[in-house]
């Protein structure tokens, strides 16, 4: 089928993942996130995903939330 444009998400890690972003990467990869920036200190990953494939991420254990990255500054 035809890929949809990929955006920039800004996703929260819970606080009850902790420490575990390294359990939660790979979980993100099969759903099909593309992590950019991993900014360990706060819970917050940076990357790129299909709108099609949200849902899926948004339901991982571990993920607060998934936010539309409106920023260009890091």
Partial sequence: GERMAMKRY???VSDECGT????????????GFMVDTTLDAIGVIVGRAEEADLARIRQLPGVAAVDEDDTVTL
Avoid: C, G, M, S
């Fill in 10 to 12: 800004v996703l929260t």
């Fill in 20 to 31: 575990a972003l390294d359990r939660l990467l790979p979980e993100l990869d099969a759903a």
